[in-house]
């Protein structure tokens, strides 16, 4: 069983960056550069939404609405690692982020709902105060 481990969350101040890693755990996936990524997020009493995907070679990327331009995704396949630079962070930004692997043969990237990843990490916390 392939598990994702998340990392680089905490509390800042409002404007202020943070960036996120994630890379497997335990049995690796045998090829990682078969993988679309993808960052989702999980406020307190809401549903797990969708924040970036980024395609198995790194060459396309999507953002929520509320991210583009803040937010940049971004992946080291040799390092089998994806990454979140979270920039001008802003209160509403506050929830759990978690990252999602779907393995796929398309090197587009735009997969934007929770059922179509296949695993996932346990989390992040990120909180910005005002």
């Known amino acids: 069983q392939v598990q994702l481990v998340e990392s680089g969350g905490g509390l800042v101040q409002a404007g202020g960056s943070l960036r996120l890693s994630c890379a497997p755990s335990g049995r690796t996936f045998s090829r990682y550069s078969s993988y679309a990524m993808g960052w989702f997020r999980q406020a307190p009493g809401k549903e797990r939404e969708f924040v970036a995907t980024i395609g198995r070679s790194g060459g396309s990327l999507h953002y929520a609405d509320s991210v583009k331009g803040r937010f940049t995704i971004s992946r080291d396949n040799a390092k089998n690692t994806v990454y979140l630079q979270m920039n001008n962070l802003k209160p509403e930004d506050t929830a759990l982020y978690y990252c999602?692997?779907?393995?796929?043969?398309?090197?587009?990237?735009?997969?934007?709902?929770?059922?179509?990843?296949?695993?996932w990490g346990q989390g992040t916390q990120v909180t910005v105060s005002s």
């Open positions: 999602a692997a779907r393995e796929t043969s398309y090197p587009g990237s735009d997969y934007y709902a929770v059922y179509e990843y296949h695993y």
